[in-house]
Structure formats: structure tokens, C-alpha cells
């Protein structure tokens, strides 16, 4: 599956799962686990609590996704 494939999600972290996971709350009432993409711990960027974040998130499983940026 290609990059372009993936489905884009906004939403605010609502905790740090630890080891880069987060839970993250969209818009829709859609609880995401997500991890930092390899650009963001490459570049050390870092999200906390209350950050709103783009997900990337695979149209057969929607409850995983990649955090690809942070507002």
C-alpha cells in the first residue's frame, strides 16, 4: 500500500502510551493508536498532551495510524 492510499485523520493527543505510541482523539469520535513516523524521531520532534496531529491511518484497520505532522 502506497503512501497515497492512507487515509488522513486531525485529532488531539489525549495521552502518551510510552515508546513513541499515543492515543489520539478525532474529530469523528475515533480513537486512534498512532506512533511517531520515522521523519518526525529523525528530525526530534517532539508531541505532548494537547498537540493536534495528522494521522495516516489504513483503510482496513482504522485503529492504528502514523502521526505524519503536528500543528
Known amino acids: ?3 497515497n492510499d492512507l487515509i488522513q485523520l486531525e485529532g488531539v493527543v ?6 513513541g505510541t499515543m492515543e489520539i482523539h478525532c474529530k469523528n469520535d475515533i480513537t486512534v ?6 521523519r518526525m524521531k529523525k528530525h526530534r520532534i517532539k508531541v505532548m498532551v494537547g498537540d493536534r496531529v495528522q494521522v495516516s491511518v489504513s483503510p482496513y484497520d482504522t485503529t492504528h495510524g502514523l502521526i505524519t505532522y503536528r500543528f
Open 33 to 38: 493508536t498512532g506512533v511517531l513516523s520515522g
Open 1 to 3: 500500500m502506497s503512501r
Open 14 to 19: 489525549a495521552r502518551v502510551l510510552g515508546g
